[in-house]
């Protein structure tokens, strides 16, 4: 069974389109985040929630907008895209609760704008 | 803020031989965790080994290993017996101890095995 699973794994899309990337856990885990790897591999933490709410939102433009309808949800909406938004994108989770530390990442979105 | 540097964009090695990725932090936390992830060309982040800052002992995994310095800051990964499966790019990271913190990523170290 897959813990963290994204859908999709590959997203081309046209400038100025609206895209989303979903993101389900099955770990039972309460924290979930979205990095952002760039072109030369630099991951970046963009948002964090706990329990549904947000923690953590990284100076991320506001056409970013990501969304936790459930503690296993945590789905990444991606308005007026540019080039520069082309990345993959990873979800991770985590459970805080109890001391866990260690973050299991999803497969990844390679977002490609043209 | 925390900071990692890795300071070796690239190395290589040769098959069975062992090698060692520097990574070094920067934090005022007392109490923290530090990662080693692997991410192969297939693009998946996959946990090497962990270390809590608290635990003098260094952390070993099979062939992986670490040199957990505190006082120095750094966090050194040895892998023994390198296989060709050791390809990929390898990334030290930080994590505060306490609250729902993120990742704190180095840039990666590309690391090529040899046969």
């Known amino acids: 069974d897959t813990a963290v699973s994204q859908t999709p794994k590959y997203l081309v899309t046209q400038m100025g389109n609206d895209k989303s990337i979903k993101c389900e856990q099955n770990?039972?885990?309460?924290?979930m985040y979205w990095y952002k790897q760039d072109s030369k591999k630099f991951l970046k933490i963009m948002f964090s929630?706990?329990?549904?709410?947000?923690?953590i939102n990284e100076t991320v433009p506001n056409r970013f907008s990501p969304k936790s309808p459930d503690k296993a949800h945590l789905n990444l909406h991606i308005n007026s895209l540019e080039l520069g938004d082309s990345a993959v994108y990873f979800c991770?989770?985590?459970?805080?609760?109890?001391?866990?530390?260690?973050?299991?990442f999803g497969p990844g979105t390679r977002l490609t704008v043209l | 803020a925390q900071t990692v540097t890795q300071s070796q964009p690239e190395m290589s090695v040769q098959e069975a031989e062992t090698v060692t990725l520097s990574c070094t932090y920067d934090?005022?936390?007392?109490?923290?965790?530090l990662f080693w992830y692997k991410q192969p060309p297939s693009r998946q982040m996959i946990l090497v080994i962990r270390?809590?800052?608290?635990?003098?002992q260094n952390a070993t995994e099979n062939r992986f290993s670490v040199n957990f310095q505190k006082a120095a800051k750094s966090f050194s990964l040895k892998i023994s017996d390198s296989q060709l499966g050791d390809t990929a790019m390898y990334f030290c990271?930080?994590?505060?101890?306490?609250?729902?913190?993120?990742?704190?990523f180095g840039k990666g170290t590309r690391l090529s095995v040899i046969a």
């Open positions: 934090t005022s936390e007392s109490n923290y965790y």
């Open positions: 991770a989770s985590r459970r805080t609760s109890g001391g866990q530390d260690t973050q299991y």
């Open positions: 929630y706990n329990n549904k709410e947000l923690i």
């Open positions: 990271a930080f994590m505060k101890h306490r609250g729902n913190t993120p990742l704190v």
């Open positions: 270390q809590e800052a608290y635990k003098q």
């Open positions: 770990l039972g885990h309460d924290t």
